[in-house]
């Protein structure tokens, strides 16, 4: 379960201070799954590293139950100088899983090969999320955050995301942002819409899609 | 409302525990990557933390050769040198690595449990393990070749260590959040602390001072540090001026400041 109470960022820009999330509010209850559209730059994955505890909000609080994934993206959380392996290991610690375990997942799950055991530093932008999409799901989460990420790879490895959120469907919640209504679509059943700050709810994505392009 | 105090002063009482246990968990596993990436880069890995203090000495070694000095009477020169410059190097890793210890680990932010004071402690963990071993490597190995080992008093040699690393880890914590405001900060600490081995008593024991200098050189904590260790080591040794209270007072000091500083910029801190 997270609870978003009356959330409040900003952030000071060369103009002034700039009001990223006005007083958000947003529940979403245990093995469900919320999808947040918003333009580029609407604040989306400012609230998604909010929720999930990487970044403090300026007003209001952040209510977790349960194992809250870090925010899942394309960027960030890796050693460039280090392998995907290395970086494996050292999150599979921090979570307190079985370390190979989670390596053997992920070595398999990312389809990397023997770029595995090369540095990050070697590997594009695709092959970083695709390690980064394999080490969350080696990882038992009651809630995924997600950012983008799975536009990832090509289609049969977007097919292996969906199957995997799936498979954890009822059991663990996904929080998606995107600025594609296509991807919220296949992955949850509601979204909600940031706009200038301020978030709103709908019942069905269909109607937040409305509510996007209006 | 009573009805939900209860249940609430329970679950921070759990989850206060879980939260210890979560930041074991996050410090073992960066002690772990740090082990792989403080000497990753060279070939020669941890190799490097002996080679460093060894030129010193046989630096020294020279000098004392050349000017036919015989070094102190009851220390041997690997001893004196020794004992010096392990201790001032345990306090200086500390201080230089704990201060770029988020800006290097910035990525690992991205784990909402792995915090910045995780990333500090687990270095100066790690620095301890480098430098006690190393202590134990070159000062048992002189007494090897001596063919004795006489420790006067091997829980002060501890403590002087313990405070060597905590001195260094609690300034280099200070600097780190400072760096958040300013990257030239790391550059001017490192300019400035240079000096600061030469008055240490790495090369020099207090009491061979003369009294006019030695009264400006005890406002130096390091130095206290480094003639406890000695007068822990050599029985025929005995430093009179110093304390173990002094540089405890500098690092109580430190942490303070270190510890209000991160609290200010932990928010400023972005995770891209």
Redesign the interface.
Known sequence: MIDVDEVTKVYATNKGPHVVLDHVNLRIPAGTSMGILGVNGAGKSTLL?IM?????P?AGQVRRQGR?S??IGF????????SGE?NC???A????EDVDRVVGFTHEFSELGDYFYMPIKTYSSGMKGRLAFGLSMAVDFDAYLVDEVTAVGDASFQKKCREAFAERRGRSSVIMVSHQPSTIRSYCDRAAVLKQGRLTVYDSVADAEKAYHA | MNEQTAPYDALTLRSTGRGL??QL??I??LI??ET??RF??SHLGYLWALIEPLLWIATVAATYVLTGSTGKPGMTMVGFVGTGIITYELFRNCQSRVMVAVSS?M????????QPLDMMISRVLLEYATWFSVFVIILGGDALVRGELRVDDPLLVILGLLLAGALGGSFGAALCSLTVYSNSVDKVANALLRPMMFMSGTFFALEDMPPQLADYLVFNPMLHVVELVRDGWFPTYTSTRVNAWYPSIWIGGFTILALTLERVV??KL???
């Open positions: 590293r999930s505890g990487v970044e403090m300026d809250i870090w925010p960027s960030g959380g890796f050693n460039g100088s280090l290395e290991r050292f999150v610690r921090i979570y307190d | 246990l979560v968990h996050v073992h596993a772990l990557r792989r990436t990753g880069e680990n990525p690992l932010l991205f784990y909402p449990q792995v932990r928010p972005q995770v891209t």
